[in-house]
C-alpha cells in the first residue's frame, strides 16, 4: 500500500532557526511529490513539485529536496509568518491518474 | 479569477439529516476533486471528476456520500443521512490540462462541517 509519512508532527522554531521537515514515502512508482502549504482555516496552497530523485527547488526561504525514499523541506532563518501547517503529497504511477496521497503535515511554529 | 469556490463555509446539522456541499471550480479547469480533512486521517481523496465524469470514486466512505457534476463549473457532494463522524472540513480542488503529472490542484477554502 503507498504511504506517505511527515516527521515531526510538530516544530516550534525560534525566528532565524533554521530546520528541516521529512516527508517520507512508500510508494509502487513515483510520478511526482508535491509540497503545500496549509493555513489555520484556509485551503492548501501549493509550493513545489519535485519529479526525480536529486531535484531540489527553491522558493524565498524555502528549498525542498527529494530522494528515493524521502523529501526534505529546508527552512533557512525563518519568520512568524512561515508558521503554518506543511503538507507532503505523493502522485503515483500505480494510482488514479491525478490522485495524490497526502501525508498528515508538519505544524510549523516559528516565535519572534 | 475568483479562485475554487465552497458553499457553505460552515455547516452545523443533526445527525440523520441530509447535508449538500458546493464547489464551483475555476474557469477552464477540467478535473475537479472532493476531499476529507480530519485531525486523525488528515486529507484524504473522496472523488474526482474529469470533464464531469466520476473518475474514481473509490475514497467515498459508503453509500450516504455521493457526487454530482451536472456542468463544468459546478459540483455538489451530499450525505444522506449524516452521522456525527462525518464531521470534518470538506475541500474542493480543481485543476487543468490532465490533472496529472506535476500538475497543481488548487483548494478551496473548505466546508466545516459538524453534525451534532
Known amino acids: 500500500e503507498d504511504q506517505v509519512t511527515q516527521s515531526p508532527e510538530a516544530l516550534r522554531l525560534q525566528e532565524g532557526e533554521s530546520s528541516s521537515l521529512n516527508c517520507s514515502y512508500t510508494?509502487?512508482?513515483?510520478?511526482?511529490l508535491f509540497w503545500y502549504r496549509q493555513d489555520p482555516g484556509k485551503g492548501p496552497e501549493f509550493l513545489f513539485t519535485l519529479y526525480s530523485a536529486g531535484e531540489e527547488k527553491e522558493k524565498e526561504r524555502l528549498k525542498a529536496t527529494l530522494t528515493k525514499k524521502e523529501s526534505f523541506l529546508h527552512i533557512t532563518a525563518p519568520k512568524p509568518e512561515d508558521s503554518a501547517t506543511y503538507l507532503c503529497?505523493?502522485?503515483?504511477?500505480?494510482?488514479?491518474?491525478?490522485?495524490?496521497?497526502f501525508g498528515k503535515g508538519t505544524k510549523l511554529s516559528v516565535k519572534p | 479569477d475568483a479562485g475554487v469556490i465552497q458553499s457553505p463555509r460552515h455547516e452545523v446539522t443533526e445527525m440523520g439529516q441530509e447535508v449538500t456541499l458546493r464547489c464551483k471550480p475555476i474557469?477552464?479547469?477540467?478535473?475537479l476533486f472532493w476531499y476529507r480533512q480530519t485531525m486523525m486521517r488528515g486529507l484524504e481523496l473522496l472523488i474526482y471528476?474529469?470533464?464531469?465524469?466520476?473518475?474514481?470514486d473509490s475514497g467515498m466512505p459508503e453509500d450516504r456520500f455521493s457526487a454530482k457534476m451536472p456542468n463544468a463549473s459546478f459540483s455538489t457532494l451530499k450525505i444522506q443521512p449524516s452521522e456525527p463522524r462525518d464531521s470534518a472540513v470538506y475541500f474542493c480542488a480543481s485543476t487543468q490540462r490532465s490533472g496529472s503529472f506535476g500538475s497543481e490542484q488548487f483548494f478551496g477554502p473548505g466546508t466545516r462541517l459538524t453534525v451534532l
Open positions: 503529497a505523493v502522485q503515483t504511477y500505480g494510482g488514479s491518474q491525478g490522485n495524490l496521497i
Open positions: 510508494v509502487s512508482g513515483l510520478r511526482g
Open positions: 471528476f474529469n470533464n464531469n465524469v466520476p473518475i474514481d
Open positions: 474557469s477552464g479547469h477540467d478535473y
